[in-house]
């Protein structure tokens, strides 16, 4: 496909990189990059580290400058919402009325955040965390504020609970579950990010759900907890998972199951439309079937391989999936996808934070957590592209040289 027009519905990193990537791969149609945010596409994973501390600020965010796309030739529409597909006649009709024509339609879409389903859920005060503008007035507020409560222990509350710590904010987290990212991350490696956060004065509340949030004059005042427990709190920060936004797709027939449903090459049912990042569900060896993957590194692999496609270079997407996060001093790096483990090997120190756990299943190799170890998680990387696994027995010897094995493996 060399000439007509690319609509890419989206306009965060995947399909800002689909954008960029089709003029890399030599297609000199159209391009049309459409977002219902206002802002130059932006980089997600700052807003609730740098940004909310006070390291970075907005311009620092922007994945491109507006230059790069108008010298790329790339249609940029924002602010706009598009309100339905029309695959009979190769179209896409915007809030605004106007409708668009395209060869191939790149969907996009990202996820939004899942709401809190308790009465209280609209007062001043209730916060998520997804968008730039809601990490711009998250970040407002932090210095008029004491108390915190975030509701939720993954690694968007987590790294949340970090960035207001250092600023002097009292942190409570409560969790469903019985440890913080149970759903995510090893037994061990959750008990170390519980206790670094302790450590650091953050209480964190687990087996307890929010069942109201009180408010007075129609501000946050605090957070009851299923067994009466009231929480004082100025600002409440909600982090409970997102919700794929698949309504386009679906209501224009496509598949959808937790995500619009692709092939390997990340096409839908109908040839004429794609669908990657964070709104994707795909089939996947590291996962053992489909799975749907928030992350940049998803969202950046998938957008090049839709580019590539469409610019003559068919490939299947066999990405290997690594995830980040910093909390304090802690950069955890995670490689594969280990929710599956039944056994987990450590390697190094967690006293002197710098460890790593490796993950199996049955003793089959899954990827490995690592803290301050970046060499481990190259390593682990480089194995698991290449296919080749490695034993609990070797992972467990502290002389068994996985540098080494992963530079045979690039071989």
Request: a negative charge; hydrophobic letters at 45%; charged letters at 20%.
């Amino acid at each position: 496909m060399s000439a007509g027009t690319v609509i890419i519905a989206g306009a965060g990193q995947s399909g800002a990189q689909a954008a960029v990537s089709l003029r890399q791969e030599g297609f000199e149609g159209r391009i049309v990059l459409i977002g219902d945010e206002p802002s130059l596409p932006y980089q997600r994973p700052p807003l609730s580290k740098a940004y909310l501390a006070g390291k970075v600020e907005e311009p620092g965010l922007l994945l491109r400058a507006e230059k790069v796309y108008a010298d790329q030739r790339v249609e940029l529409m924002l602010g706009q919402r598009i309100e339905a597909i029309d695959r009979a006649n190769h179209s896409i009709r915007l809030a605004s009325g106007a409708t668009i024509e395209y060869s191939h339609l790149v969907l996009a879409l990202g996820a939004r955040n899942r709401p809190l389903p308790v009465a209280g859920a609209e007062l001043k005060g209730v916060c998520y965390l997804r968008t730039l503008a809601e990490a711009r007035s998250l970040r407002e507020r932090l210095g008029s504020i004491s108390r915190a409560v975030v509701v939720g222990g993954g690694f968007i509350g987590l790294e949340f609970a970090a960035a207001a710590r250092a600023q002097g904010i009292e942190v409570t987290v409560v969790e469903a579950a019985a440890r913080p990212m149970s759903r995510v991350l090893s037994e061990q490696m959750s008990a170390y990010l519980s206790a670094k956060h302790e450590a650091n004065g953050v209480r964190i509340v687990v087996n307890r759900a929010v069942c109201r949030l009180l408010g007075e004059n129609g501000q946050l005042s605090g957070v009851e907890l299923d067994d009466g427990t009231v929480l004082d709190a100025d600002v409440a920060v909600i982090g409970i998972g997102v919700l794929p936004n698949v309504e386009l797709a679906e209501a224009a027939g496509l598949a959808v199951n937790n995500g619009i449903v692709v092939d390997d090459h990340l096409l839908t049912s109908d040839p004429a439309i794609s669908a990657i990042g964070d709104c994707a569900a795909f089939p996947s060896s590291f996962a053992g079937g489909m799975i749907r993957l928030e992350s940049v590194q998803n969202a950046v692999d998938q957008g090049r391989l839709v580019a590539a496609r469409l610019g003559g270079k068919p490939a299947p997407y066999a990405s290997v999936p690594w995830f980040w996060s910093e909390q304090y001093d802690v950069r955890l790096q995670m490689a594969g996808i280990t929710s599956s483990h039944n056994q987990a090997v450590v390697r190094g120190s967690a006293q002197e934070n710098a460890w790593s756990v490796f993950c199996f299943r049955d003793g089959v190799f899954l990827g490995a957590e690592s803290v301050n170890r970046s060499p481990d998680h190259l390593a682990v990387r480089k194995l698991l592209g290449a296919g080749i696994a490695i034993t609990p027995e070797q992972a467990a010897d502290p002389d068994y040289d996985l540098k080494q094995a992963a530079a045979a493996a690039g071989k």
